[in-house]
């Protein structure tokens, strides 16, 4: 079944540590990916999105991810967190069809 | 930018009560979503819908479920008889195309609380 899987349901850092959330999907074929992140009270926003080309994608406010077909995996990484980035974070795959099915999500605490 | 916006942002309401959920999807967009999450679970697809007509929808939207575009502008979800298991966080979509590889872009979401 195509599903996706997010590993680290609430990660704490302290503000500069570089962050890295697990997202992996099950699927065999072509597959479209996404991070989105919800900040308190806010509705989910994309960070960054891959479709083909350059397995590196790089998103906004200095995020990236990276995409390994191999392992099936979709990680988000970012070498220095701000207090800021306190949010939920989402990944998503699109399976070639018109629906995103999504992660549990990770929760990320930044402490100042 | 423009966004989705949705309303109300809260909705409580007695079980067997009917709740329409409103969402003013993004101007030029053609296709329209609804997702849900229920406390502690997985954004779950509803029903995508294209041209005055459902295009996909899951199994969770059973005939309890209904969706319109009334107007130009509004997209709304009927629930007709709820039940304590729709309370959720139910967020509209849009985008712009029916390509796959498309960005679908998120309401702030109404809480839904069924008493």
């Known amino acids: 079944a195509q599903s996706v899987s997010q590993h680290n349901h609430h990660v704490i850092l302290s503000e500069a540590a570089s962050l890295e959330l697990g997202c992996n999907y099950s699927?065999?074929?072509?597959?479209?990916l996404f991070w989105y992140v919800q900040y308190p009270g806010q509705h989910l926003q994309l960070l960054l999105k891959?479709?083909?080309?350059?397995?590196l994608v790089k998103g906004i406010k200095g995020f990236e991810a990276e995409f390994i077909k191999s392992k099936f995996s979709f990680n988000l990484r970012k070498p220095s967190v701000q207090w800021s980035d306190t949010a939920e974070y989402f990944c998503a795959a699109n399976f070639g069809n018109e629906k995103l099915t999504f992660g549990t999500g990770t929760r990320l605490t930044i402490i100042p | 930018e423009p966004e989705v916006t949705q309303t109300p942002s809260h909705q409580v309401t007695q079980m067997g009560q009917e709740v329409i959920l409103r969402c003013v999807p993004i101007?030029?967009?053609?296709?329209f979503y609804w997702y849900r999450q229920i406390l502690g679970q997985k954004v779950e697809f509803l029903v995508s819908?294209?041209?005055?007509?459902?295009?996909?929808k899951s199994e969770i939207f059973d005939d309890q479920f209904s969706v319109e575009r009334p107007d130009g502008s509004n997209f709304t979800l009927k629930i007709r008889s709820t039940k304590l298991e729709d309370s959720a966080m139910y967020f509209c979509?849009?985008?712009?195309?029916?390509?796959?590889?498309?960005?679908?872009?998120f309401g702030p979401g109404t809480r839904l609380l069924v008493l």
């Open positions: 979509a849009s985008s712009e195309s029916r390509l796959y590889r498309e960005t679908q872009y």
């Open positions: 101007s030029n967009h053609l296709y």
């Open positions: 699927y065999g074929g072509t597959v479209n």
């Open positions: 891959y479709f083909s080309g350059d397995p």
């Open positions: 819908f294209y041209n005055n007509e459902i295009s996909e």
